[in-house]
């Protein structure tokens, strides 16, 4: 299954010089916040409103060593996919730049 991981333009130059992504919200909350497809436009208007400068990983669940859970952390929503653990650059099959997310009164 394919999941999507949404992290700063910078943030993703340092994990292809580190060969991983594990930034420091990895430490602080023992996870990674990933989505599917499906939850892209959810995620990105909720948690990225008005970012410009946004890379979306996008990768194979089975590639990634790290313990992968189903949790409910949005009311209403579907559970989300956290990853326990860093990405591996080398599981990330398509890294695009995501177009500037709209603020709220602009949609």
């Given at each position: 299954?394919?999941?999507?991981?949404?992290?700063?333009?910078?943030?993703?130059?340092?994990?292809q010089?580190?060969?991983?992504?594990?930034?420091?919200?990895?430490?602080?909350?023992?996870?990674?916040?990933?989505?599917?497809?499906?939850?892209?436009d959810?995620v990105?208007?909720?948690?990225?409103?008005?970012?410009?400068?946004?890379?979306?990983?996008?990768?194979?669940?089975?590639?990634?060593?790290?313990?992968?859970?189903?949790?409910?952390?949005?009311?209403?929503?579907d559970?989300?996919?956290?990853?326990?653990?860093?990405?591996?650059?080398r599981?990330?099959?398509?890294?695009?730049?995501?177009?500037?997310v709209?603020?709220?009164?602009?949609?």
């Amino acid at each position: 299954m394919e999941l999507h991981h949404v992290l700063r333009a910078d943030a993703w130059e340092a994990a292809q010089a580190a060969g991983e992504h594990a930034p420091p919200e990895l430490a602080r909350d023992g996870f990674l916040h990933c989505c599917t497809q499906a939850q892209l436009d959810f995620v990105l208007s909720r948690h990225f409103a008005g970012a410009t400068d946004l890379v979306l990983l996008a990768f194979e669940a089975d590639e990634v060593p790290a313990r992968l859970v189903w949790e409910n952390s949005e009311p209403d929503q579907d559970p989300f996919p956290h990853l326990y653990g860093p990405i591996p650059c080398r599981a990330v099959r398509r890294a695009i730049a995501v177009p500037p997310v709209p603020l709220p009164e602009d949609r």
